[in-house]
């Protein structure tokens, strides 16, 4: 039974056997690879929270590349325009709480992906047209609790995220 649960762990990375330590606060097996994917992703958490646009930058890799869950590629972001997308919607948050509950994680080779529970709600200012000095978009709240998903690729000996951002 314990050699099943190995093979079960290093196959797949979330089958957890009954007495499988597992990380805490979650379901996921307690190994350091899914240690750290999940130190990857709470550092992408933490730089959101701080609104340090760098920070988050810093998690993604070269490849990074996001559909936004649309077949429009008008809203499609790609690593090279990552920076400045990040940079103007951070700068126009006001206040964050900002939560992602871990449910899996599934690695393969040198990928992962990890799917989450994320709760959030955000305060955004209001955008300023720069010429008029009039309100465009009026402040708003927004909240967010859905399912997402996390892509990670191994860059050397580190993760990084390609996709979710």
Known sequence: MLFACGLALTAVGTTACKDAPTIPGTEIPDTDENREILRVIERYRTAFVR??????????????????????????????????????????IESIRFTIDYLEVNVVDDRAVVKVWIDASFRLAPIMDTDTGTTRVESQHARKQDHAMFELLRDGNSWRITRGI
């Not at 790609?78 to 126009?92: F, K």
Request: glycine share 10%; charged share 30%; proline share 7%.
């Open 51 to 92: 609104r340090d646009a760098a920070g988050v930058l810093a998690t993604a890799h070269p490849t990074y590349y996001d559909t936004a869950g649309t077949d429009d590629p008008g809203d499609d972001v790609e690593y090279e325009v990552l920076g400045p997308v990040l940079r103007e919607r951070l700068a126009q």
